[in-house]
């Protein structure tokens, strides 16, 4: 079945490591997103991407980067991760045009800085 | 990019009674209205959509009801089972920006046996 692939599922690191967190799919979709979830609380927008030329900023984007390396892979890095940045991630993908719908999430990755 | 507000956060009923979560949005142009489910530990997955040309759409046991003058839908659970208990989220996208996908706070649902 099309999906979308998180890796790591788990990760546990230290203050100021560098961090990268990937995506890929198999869906064939345009677009891609990366959102945080932290506990008790929703999903927040990091970045999003239209397609491979294309990123753009989301609600938290501060202190994350990404790289859409291809159509099917959306990669989120952590350049030096801190505690509040302890969280569980997904990746979502949906597709492009005027019936803008439903998007389709990976398993999540969750990282742990110490 | 949309705001988006969603009511009750957390929502306890009996199994068997209805149980309803409503979503507010500010753009006035939005046109597409999915409500997400979350299992304990699992991925968000949609359970329905509406889109801007009906009021109401039904899926066996679950409903969602748009109001576009108020700027708010709903969704309605009948007859609600344990296995409904979950996190539930609005995601109302905006025409302005149609891939700027933002999600309400989310709605946790128990029911109780």
């Known amino acids: 079945d099309a999906d979308v692939t998180q890796t790591p599922r788990n990760r546990i690191t230290k203050t100021g490591k560098r961090i990268m967190l990937e995506c890929s799919q198999t869906k064939g979709h345009d677009r891609m997103y990366w959102y945080r979830q932290d506990p008790g609380l929703g999903l927040r927008l990091i970045y999003y991407s239209f397609d491979v030329k294309d990123i753009n900023k989301g609600e938290i984007s501060d202190g994350y980067s990404v790289s859409r390396q291809a159509q099917a892979k959306f990669s989120l890095s952590l350049e030096s991760a801190i505690p509040n940045q302890t969280a569980l991630y997904f990746c979502?993908?949906?597709?492009?045009?005027?019936?803008?719908?439903?998007?389709?999430f990976g398993e999540g990755s969750r990282l742990t800085v110490l | 990019g949309e705001n988006v507000e969603q009511h009750p956060s957390t929502l306890s009923v009996q199994e068997g009674d209805s149980a309803v979560i409503k979503c507010t949005y500010s753009?006035?142009?939005?046109?597409?209205f999915p409500w997400y489910k979350q299992e304990l530990g699992k991925r968000p997955q949609l359970i329905i959509d509406?889109?801007?040309?009906?009021g109401e759409k039904k899926d066996q046991r679950i409903a969602v009801t748009l109001n576009k003058t108020a700027k708010h839908f709903s969704l309605h659970i009948t007859e609600t089972q344990p296995e409904d208990s979950a996190v539930y989220f609005c995601a109302p996208v905006g025409t302005y920006n149609n891939n700027d996908m933002r999600f309400g706070a989310g709605t946790r649902l128990t029911v109780k046996p």
């Open positions: 509406i889109r801007s040309n009906v």
């Open positions: 979502a993908t949906g597709k492009a045009g005027e019936n803008t719908g439903e998007l389709f």
């Open positions: 753009d006035s142009a939005s046109n597409y």
